[in-house]
């Protein structure tokens, strides 16, 4: 059974770059037709994704953040990074990580972590 585990900081200044790491255990992030996400929730608010690293490496991004972010991989560790740049407070939420596959043109979510609090204030 795959587990994922987000870490990084939970404080993050204005202007700078948010980083976050998923570690997954239990199955591997280049195994065929996984998608590994990274998906937040403001507070008040409902889920919104982010972008994935497709088990290919390739990578996709909300086109709302695009310009923000970068998602990146260390299959020597199984583990994938978010980095979200230029934080405002807009950016405090709870962010998870979580592990997708495609059914016809949806992206499924079937494995989640726990999430992590980040909040963006000086």
């Known amino acids: 059974q795959v587990q994922l585990q987000e870490s990084g900081p939970g404080l993050v200044k204005p202007s700078q770059t948010l980083s976050l790491t998923c570690t997954v255990s239990?199955?591997?992030?280049?195994?065929?037709?996984?998608?590994w996400s990274w998906i937040r929730q403001p507070p008040g608010k409902g889920l919104e994704w982010i972008g994935y690293i497709a088990y290919t490496g390739n990578t996709y991004y909300s086109p709302s953040l695009k310009s923000r972010t970068t998602i990146s991989r260390d299959t020597s560790k199984n583990q994938f990074t978010l980095q979200l740049s230029s934080v405002t407070p807009e950016d405090t939420a709870v962010y998870y990580c979580a592990r997708g596959e495609y059914s016809v043109s949806y992206l499924c979510f079937d494995s989640w972590g726990q999430g992590t609090q980040v909040t963006v204030s000086s």
């Open positions: 239990g199955g591997s992030i280049t195994t065929n037709y996984y998608y």
